[in-house]
């Protein structure tokens, strides 16, 4: 768009914002006010629960598993992951184009 199209619009646009925002102003204003006049005194927060933490750290729960079948599990894992990981991978083609001065194609 044009500069002065963009001028005349934001032109244009500027007092109806500022009206918008005035009677937004008058229409909050006396509820804010209200709001603020309660002479009544406040009621308490809600109780709340207080959990103090240590520093210690907790007991460990035992494994579900034995150990030799933790490392099992684990090394089955890791055959699976060296016979998958040659598929996965990435090529990348590239073709540069060479133009003259007319435009027309020299090389690639």
Do not use: W
């Amino acid at each position: 768009m044009d500069r002065d199209v963009i001028r005349r619009i934001r032109r244009a646009i500027s007092p109806m914002v500022r009206a918008a925002c005035l009677a937004a102003a008058v229409l909050a204003g006396p509820r804010e006010v209200a709001a603020q006049e309660s002479q009544a005194p406040m009621t308490p927060p809600p109780e709340h629960e207080v959990r103090r933490m240590g520093n210690t750290p907790e007991a460990a729960a035992p494994p579900s598993l034995p150990p030799e079948e933790i490392i099992k599990k684990f090394a089955a894992k890791e055959d699976e992951y060296v016979a998958v990981r040659p598929t996965y991978g990435a090529r990348k083609t590239i073709r540069i184009d060479e133009f003259d001065r007319e435009g027309r194609l020299t090389g690639q």
